[in-house]
C-alpha cells in the first residue's frame, strides 16, 4: 500500500500556526462574554474614582463647528480596570478639565505602551462588534463633561516589570494623552502576540 504524500513542512507548521490562533481567539472571546458585563462594571467603578461616569447634558447643546480641538493642557485622563487575568477590559477616562468646550478627534486611537521604560509591542486590529464598549460618540466636551475610550487587552507573554504600565493615546498627530494604565495580561498563548482592542471615544454614561 503506497502511503499519500506529506504536505510540505512549511505548510504544515502554518497550519498548526494558524489553528493556534484560532483556538486563542475562540477561548478569549468566550471568556470575554462570560465576564463582560461584570467587567465593565468593575471599569465604572474603577473609573469612577477620578469623577463619576454621567452623560453631560450640555454636549447635545454645543455645537461642533464654534469650538476648537481639544488641547492635552485641558484635558485629563485616567485609566482604570479590571485585575490582571486572561482578559483585561477597561478604559481611558477623559475629563474636560478647562473652562471651555473643546472638540476631540473622532478617530479610534493608536496606543503606545511602556513599562519601565521599554515599549510593549501589542497588536491593535480593528475591534468587531461586542469586543469593547459600544455607545453614542464622543465629539464635543463642554467644561467638566467626560468621554471613554473602551479597551480590552488578552494574552501578553513577554517581559514583565513592577508597577503599571503607562499607556498614551494618539489621536493622530492632533492630541496624545497619557497615563498610567491598566493591569498586564496573563499569558495564556506562548508564541502568540498580545493584542488590545480599542474603541473611539465614547460619551461617558
Known amino acids: 500500500m503506497i502511503a499519500p504524500p506529506r504536505p510540505p513542512t512549511d505548510d504544515l507548521e502554518l497550519l498548526i500556526k494558524e489553528a493556534r490562533a484560532r483556538q486563542l481567539r475562540r477561548r478569549l472571546l468566550g471568556a470575554a462574554a462570560v465576564a463582560i458585563a461584570a467587567a465593565l462594571g468593575l471599569v ?34 485616567s485609566i482604570g480596570g479590571q485585575g490582571a487575568t486572561e482578559m483585561v477590559l477597561g478604559g481611558a477616562l477623559i475629563t474636560n478639565s478647562g473652562g471651555q468646550s473643546c472638540r476631540l478627534p473622532t478617530q479610534r ?9 521599554k515599549s510593549m509591542r501589542v497588536t491593535q486590529p480593528v475591534p468587531r462588534p461586542g469586543e469593547v464598549q459600544s455607545g453614542t460618540p464622543a465629539h464635543v466636551l463642554a467644561p467638566g463633561a467626560k468621554a471613554l475610550v473602551s479597551m480590552r487587552w488578552g494574552n501578553w507573554c513577554g517581559r514583565r516589570a513592577s508597577g503599571l504600565p503607562t499607556f498614551r493615546l494618539l489621536f493622530g498627530r492632533q492630541l496624545a ?14 508564541g502568540e502576540p498580545g493584542f488590545l482592542d480599542v474603541s473611539r471615544p465614547l460619551v461617558a454614561s
Open 44 to 77: 465604572a467603578y474603577a473609573l469612577s474614582s477620578s469623577g463619576k461616569l454621567e452623560s453631560d447634558p450640555s454636549l447635545a447643546r454645543v455645537g461642533r463647528a464654534s469650538v476648537t480641538l481639544c488641547r492635552a493642557s485641558q484635558l485629563r485622563m
Open 109 to 117: 486611537p493608536v496606543v503606545r505602551i511602556t513599562w519601565q521604560r
Open 177 to 190: 494623552l497619557s497615563a498610567p494604565g491598566l493591569a498586564v495580561p496573563r499569558c495564556i498563548g506562548p
